[in-house]
């Protein structure tokens, strides 16, 4: 009977584990429409579980907005060409994604268009 539980107990641990790495790899987006913004990077954060770049984005009313834009892993990333010099403060590029389905400015990144025209892809090439 000690070995069931022993047993149970393991099968539990490894349920919550992968139930918990699934949850952590869902970007809560909106796969509706892919969403583009142009800005200027204020911050690249090189870092797992997603690196992160802010863009400071002017609307068309002039006004000036915040946007979280970030991609895979660091080492899926690597697997696309990108370093953490890729993009640098001050960098003016566009991104195109999914918003989160809330309606925050963060952006699940499929692609970015660096200020030469050289697109960068963050999921498969």
């Given at each position: 009977?000690?070995?069931?539980?022993i047993l149970a107990l393991v099968v539990f641990?490894?349920?919550?584990s992968v139930s918990q790495l699934s949850a952590h790899h869902s970007w809560p987006v909106s796969n509706d429409k892919l969403v583009t913004v142009k800005g200027t990077?204020?911050?690249?954060?090189w870092a797992n579980p997603h690196p992160m770049i802010t863009l400071?984005?002017?609307?068309?009313?002039?006004?000036?907005?915040?946007?979280?834009?970030?991609g895979p892993a660091i080492n899926r990333m690597e697997a696309n060409g990108w370093t953490k010099t890729t993009v640098k403060r001050g960098d003016v590029i566009t991104g195109t994604?999914?918003?989160?389905?809330?309606?925050?400015k963060i952006i699940r990144l499929e692609r970015i268009i660096?200020?030469?025209?050289?697109?960068m892809r963050l999921y498969g090439r």
């Open positions: 009977m000690k070995a069931f539980g641990a490894l349920v919550s990077v204020v911050d690249f954060t400071e984005v002017q609307t068309p009313s002039g006004q000036t907005e915040k946007w979280q834009v970030g994604g999914y918003q989160f389905s809330d309606g925050q660096m200020a030469d025209g050289k697109e």
